[in-house]
């Protein structure tokens, strides 16, 4: 099985930038999408931006024009690029693989902004 690892979350002020990343550990077979969720305490797990096979894109309204989802198929990575933070941003960011079958999740990544 294929394991995801988010990493690059950490402690920003507000109107600051991050850039996430999410590296898996080989191809992920039947792959349909990527895409970013996040998640903050008592609060539902959000899709924030997303990602298909076929090159297109979608975002979160709360998030467009602030964050960009990219892939890099020859490194099986998938980022985000946060900019113009937010409180409300906070959450935990967790990187998720759509396929045929099971899909993939990583751990998620922690990313507080400070007002």
């Known amino acids: 099985q294929v394991q995801l690892v988010e990493s690059g979350g950490d402690l920003v002020q507000a109107g600051g930038s991050l850039r996430l990343s999410c590296a898996a550990s080989?191809?992920?077979?039947?792959?349909?999408?990527m895409a970013w969720y996040r998640q903050a305490p008592g609060k539902q797990r959000e899709l924030v931006a997303r990602a298909t096979t076929g090159g297109s894109t979608n975002y979160a309204d709360s998030v467009k024009g602030r964050f960009t989802i990219s892939r890099d198929t020859a490194k099986n990575s998938v980022y985000l690029q946060m900019n113009s933070l937010k409180p409300e941003d906070t959450a935990v960011y967790y990187c998720?693989?759509?396929?045929?079958?099971?899909?993939?999740w990583g751990q998620g990544t922690q990313v507080t902004v400070s007002s």
């Open positions: 998720m693989a759509s396929r045929v079958g099971p899909d993939y």
């Open positions: 080989g191809v992920i077979s039947g792959l349909i999408a």
